[in-house]
Each structure stands twice: as C-alpha cells, then as structure tokens.
C-alpha cells in the first residue's frame, strides 16, 4: 500500500516535471534537427490534373477521388481524401494549390495531443498513430491549417490527414507517392533546407513568374511543406492571417507556471492556515 | 482464530450489506413532477448514447471537420466544471481561511462538486472517438505532456479523489464507520490544499485548451489571459451555483436541515454575495484591460460586438451592481437574482468562447441537435438523481449529532 503510494507520488512529480521540462526537450529537438524532409509544391508548374490525388488515395487505401467539377466551390480535404486540388481565378488566369497537412516543424497538434498519436519524426513527417489516440479531436481544434479530418460516421473513428506517405513509403526509402508521380514536376521531395534555396533560386531566376513569398518558410512557425506561386496566396484560398511562431509557443507560458504554482500554491495555503488557526483561538467565533 | 469473533465480524458484514441494499430503496414519493420530467429525457438519453456508441459521434450530433468540440465539451465540461468551482473556493474559505460560518454548507458543495466533475468527466467519454484508449495518458504509456489537455485530464482525475477524500468522512458516518472516519477526517486538510491548487490550475487550464486556436475564436473572446479570465469566473461562477443551490435545496430538502442551519442561512448568503461582488469587480477590470490591451475598438460596432457588450454589461457589470446594492440593503431575493444572471453570464462566456465564437466566421454554423440537448440533459438529470439519493440518506445538509463532539471542525 505503502509502495504504491510512493510511486502514485513519484508518477505524479515526474509528470510536473516533465511539464516543465518536456517543452524544452521538444523545443531542442526541433532546432538541432534541421533536416527535415519536406515537400516544394509549385504552384505555377500544376496543371490540375489531379493525378495526385488519384495517387494518394491508391497508397493510403482511401476511396477514389469522385469526378472532380473543377468549377465547384473549393473543396477541403475530410475524411475519405487526404489531399485536394482547386483551381482559383486569380488576377494572372486559373491558378491551382493543392492542400493536405503542412507537416509542421513545431506542430500543434502533436503539442496538442495528450497520448503522443501526433507524432513529428525526426525526418520531419507528421504521423497519427491509431493504436495511441482516443479520439479527443483537440489536435483538430489546435491545427492552424484544419489538416486533421475525424471519421464521424464510425464507431472506431479514425483521424486521417497526409502522413507524408511515411510509414508506407518513406521509412522504406522511397519519396510520398504524389511527389514521385507528379507528371508536371510541381512537387519536389527533399530537404527542408535544400527545397527553400531552390524555391529562392526560382523566384529569383523568373522574378515575373512568382511572388516574392515562400508559404511555410515562416508561416506558423516554419512548415515542411513549402509552396510558391504566381500570385498572392491570399487568393488561392490559403490562411494568411497565421502568426510567424509556432502554434504550441502560445501555450508555453501557462505550460511553465505549473510547476511553480504547484509549489508556491500548497506552501502559501498552508502558511494562510497556520496564521488564521491561531488568530481564531482567542476570540472564539469571530470569522470575518 | 475465536470462531465466536469470525461469526460476529461476518454478521456485521452481513448486516452492513443488507443496510447499504435497504438504501437503495427510494425514500420520498415516487410520482413528483421532477420525476415524470426527468425519466422519460433519461430513458431517450440513454437510448441516444447506445446509437452513438453504434454508429459514431456523428450519428447524433451536429460536429463538423471545421467544428470538432460542440455542446458536450463546451457546455457539458468547460460550463459544468466552472460551476463546480463553489467547492474549492468554499473550502478555502472554510479550511484555510478559517472562515467557520460556512461550515455548514461545505459538504453540499463538495459533494456537488464531486458529483459534478464525476459527470462531467462522463460526458467527456461521450466525447471520446475512442473512450477506451482514454486508458493511455493515465497508466503511463503515453505521456502527452506538453499537452495541456494532459494536464486538464490528469487534475480531473486527481481533484476528483480529492474531492471524494473531502466528502469521505460524510459516508463513513452514513455506514457508521468509527476508526475510517477518524482517519478520513484527518486527511481533509491536506486534500483541500492539494484540491485548490488542482482547481486553480484546471479552471484556467480549460481556457488555456483554447490559446492554440488563435485565429479560430472572435478576437473579442480570445486573448492570452482567457486562462486567468476562466480562473477568475470560476469564482464567481461557484459561489453564484452555491447560492443558487443553496436557496433550491433548502425547499426541497427542509426536512434534512438543522434549525441551526436555517438560520445561518442568511448570513452566509450575505457573506458569499460580499465575495461575488469583489470578484465580479476584479473580472471585469481584468476584461477591460484585455478590450483596450487589444485595440479592439473596431470591432465594438459589429453584430459580434454588440453581443460581447450584452455579455460584459448585461451579464457582469449588472450582476456586480446588484450584488453590491443587496448585500447593502441586505436584500436576499436580490442575491438570488444577481446570483443567477452571474450564471447565466458565466454559462454564455463560456459558450462564446467555445461554440458562438469559435468559427464564427465560417458559412455554416454550429448549432447542436435536440439529440445533443437530450444527452446533455440526461448527464444534468442522472447527477439530480444520485445527488438526491445521497442527501436522502447521509448526513450532508444535517448534522449527526452522535459524531459532533469528536469531530469539532
Ligand atoms: S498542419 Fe496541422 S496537422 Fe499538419 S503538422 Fe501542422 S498542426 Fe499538425
Ligand atoms: S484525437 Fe487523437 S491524435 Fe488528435 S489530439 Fe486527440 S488523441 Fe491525439
């Protein structure tokens, strides 16, 4: 009884600490690890074809794309398609983008996730584990991008968004499926870092081409995937609007007063009894 | 062993069981109108929470991939955790701060509190896609600790064996339970100053769920202070449920209530409508300064704007002017009034923040369906129920006389 108490005490002082310190580790890992995979989309080279997403779907064993109306309202990627490209009528003529997961450097949904489902490996790739998650869905109010999409029609429901083809491709060698098919060479798979000098090399070399932005070099703190593209992003339907530091930052501060408020509090009570304990033995009754 | 002592000890086992099945008997009539109301709601709930076992989340309610948290999170946790609150505010007052006046009524509001988070944590598993790897950030295989839905979990489940610690020596003196309760009274102390720090940081840990959600909530809701705003409401938002309670239960339960008690009544009203006044002060000032911290004065003139006017002077301001008028005038019905719009103003912040702001920009909005309300009812009702069953039977609002004298605190 004894011994189970003690290590009941123990999990909980290690799970306080590591609140205060499992931040920083996380944090650590993030900025030694610079070589991230990650994924270039060009949104000047896409032709729509949509290959991709017939791509996708075949790798992940997701039902086939319905015929797609290119004239429709935008669509969004959900829980039978992981990946999804829209034409815009921009102000330079049909732009297209494509969208899935941005594959976050400091993600929020991994930061969100209470049991470690979300999970950013050390390649860069964002993976949802199935046997850990319970469905909470808080990495869906969390994401910035809305990318997590949950099986609301199940009674084993699932969250599905691109996984960057990792387990399946990646771990294996081989690049994600919509990258190693793309017929126009809009998708280019590498480094993280190495794919940022070539999306400058590209705006720099036909500046009347592109914008002057790489979507994701700063973008919620830093994306794997990156986009360029002809025109504004803000008219190809993507959130502008993101701040430049990472999402889980905005949790840190209340993630680091526990620790001490855990201590400071208890003490603080404790000291407030002892002083009013004395203070009503005198004059007995007399509370307020 | 003496196989005279065996045979007492199994008799008293015996006799223990049959006391606690004869409990189980209704005690009161059976065919009051809160009945006729509630057991039908109760029998459709539960009819509603099998077919969202079967056929997933989405077979009853009205959650979209935009739109992941509705009802059942933000008014079933997030509003039903705010009001728990009277619990560790009363037991400071009471065990810290010494305050003895309130002792009367600190067992109703723990075991309110108990019952409230023992539900509301059920509605959480209504919630779950998949309730049963809830199981995962508790034994320690994975440990999400950056998560703050982590820590609101892991305070849920420890301030609730906090709580049911408070409450204990109340059933040890129901099964007459001498040495248990002489132990479980001991603990009390350490159990309020463990659950006051779990409360503190659980009531502005719920808000600090939603800082990652930056751009999602309506700028007049979102700020970085919402963790302390929840923290302070949840004051307020106790003592008004424990007024609010109090004035309910003692019409229902007359009965069950010493005459000492009676007359306490009143001054502890008075003395809990002094606090809602301060802290309603506070928390307003504290809005204030978020409104004009964030340059928010554009957004004034919106229909979004005239909402959150509605909220901060119809639902604070005004309630905190009440309670300052009637505690003066030593009004009660007045108390009870400003008691209930602090309620009410406390239920739509935390709906604004959760569900009315949340996307309130996207084309198609959430509105829960009847099939969502009736579950929730079903979650208030079965807590009525048991909460019921209890002040029945233990000595809650009452005082046993026989324990009285050992047990002076
Ligand atoms: S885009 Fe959303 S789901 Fe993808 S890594 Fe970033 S936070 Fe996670
Ligand atoms: S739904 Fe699953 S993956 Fe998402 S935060 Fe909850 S446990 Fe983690």
Known sequence: MDLDRRKFLKVIGITSLSLAIGKDIKAEDTKVNKEFNG?????????????????????????????IDEDAPPRKTDETRRTVVNKFETSKGPVFTKIQCMHCNEPACVAACLTQAMYKTPEGAVIWREDKCMGCRYCMISCPFDSPKFEYHSPNPKIEKCSMCFETRISQGEIPACAENCPNDALLFGNRRELISEARRRIYESPDQYIEHIYGEHEAGGTCWLYISPVPFKELGMNTKLQKESYPALTKGFLYSVPSIFVLVPALLLGIQQATKINILPKENEDE | MNKDLTDSIAAERLSVWKFILSEFKPKGKILTPFNVISVPIILVGIILIVIRFWKGIGAVTNLSQEIPWGLWIGFDVVTGVAFAGGAYVLTFMVYILNMRKYH????????????????????????????????????????????????????????????????????????????????LSGMTLAAVIFGITLSILHQSGLGALYLMAKEKIHPLWYSEFIPVLFF???????????????????????????????????????????????????????????????KRWDLINTPMGYWYLVEMLGFVLLPMLLFFYSYRTNNILMIRLASILTMLGVIINRLNVTIIGFRWDIAVHYVPSWMEIVVTLTVLLTEIWIFRWVIRRMPVLWESTIWKKDNPV
Not at chain 2, 140 to 163: D, E, K, P, R, T
Not at chain 2, 236 to 253: N, P, R, T
Not at chain 2, 260 to 285: D, M, N, P, S, W
Request: aromatic fraction near 14%; include cysteine.
């Open chain 2, 104 to 183: 009367s009524i600190v067992r109703v509001t723990v075991l309110n509190g108990f019952l409230a988070y023992l539900f509301y944590a059920g509605a959480l598993l209504l919630d779950l896609g998949k309730p049963w790897n809830v199981i995962n950030p508790v034994i320690g295989n994975n440990f999400g600790v950056s998560s703050v839905l982590f820590l609101v979990a892991w305070h849920f489940l420890l301030y609730m064996i906090a709580q049911l610690i408070e409450f204990s020596p109340a059933i040890a003196e129901w099964l007459g339970a001498r040495r248990a309760h002489k132990i």
């Open chain 2, 232 to 294: 302070v409401s949840s004051i307020f938002a106790g003592l008004g449920m424990v007024i609010f309670e109090g004035s309910i239960s003692h019409k229902v339960f007359f009965k069950q209530i010493s005459d000492e008690h009676h007359k306490e009544q009143r001054g502890i009203i008075h003395g809990l409508a002094k606090i809602c006044t301060a802290t309603l002060f506070v928390y307003f000032f504290l809005q204030l300064i978020v409104f004009i911290h964030g």
């Open chain 1, 39 to 67: 994924v270039l989309y060009d949104a000047s080279r896409c032709k729509g074809c949509h290959g991709c997403e017939y791509d996708c779907s075949e790798a992940n064993s997701l039902p086939e794309p319905a015929i």
